[in-house]
Nanobody
Framework: QVQLVESGGGLVQAGGSLRLSCAASGRTFSSYGMGWFRQAPGKEREFVAVISWSGGYIYYSDSVKGRFTISRDNAKNTVYLQMNSLKPEDTAVYYC????????????????WGQGTQVTVSS
């Protein structure tokens, strides 16, 4: 069982930066692939970024590539999402998720989810 708690969301102006954190409980965090997803009002949840258990495999959606960076610290049971050059279209609730299988862009492959943290980017 893994419990995930996101933090770091907030209100920021376009062009600004935020760093999201996702703290995980459990001693097996290092064996889980981790993903970040987001859901804007009226839209479906969409993939943002994933990182494998070792950090050796990382993948981003085209919409955030070059602006966002995913990383993890297994010693701290935490995964991060550094978001730079934020745009109003990045406004959404951001969720982290954990998978016991291979990392995936599909939300349906993830076993555990956090409660989400709101990110609002003003123009």
């Amino acid at each position: 069982q893994v419990q995930l708690v996101e933090s770091g969301g907030g209100l920021v102006q376009a062009g600004g930066s935020l760093r999201l954190s996702c703290a995980a409980s459990g001693r097996t965090f290092s064996s889980y692939g981790m993903g970040w997803f987001r859901q804007a009002p009226g839209k479906e949840r969409e993939f943002v970024a994933v990182i494998s258990w070792s950090g050796g495999y990382i993948y981003y959606s085209d919409s955030v590539k070059g602006r966002f960076t995913i990383s993890r610290d297994n010693a701290k049971n935490t995964v991060y999402l550094q978001m730079n050059s934020l745009k109003p279209e990045d406004t959404a609730v951001y969720y982290c998720a954990a998978t016991r299988g291979a990392v995936s862009r599909s939300q349906y492959e993830y076993d555990y989810w956090g409660q989400g943290t709101q990110v609002t980017v003003s123009s």
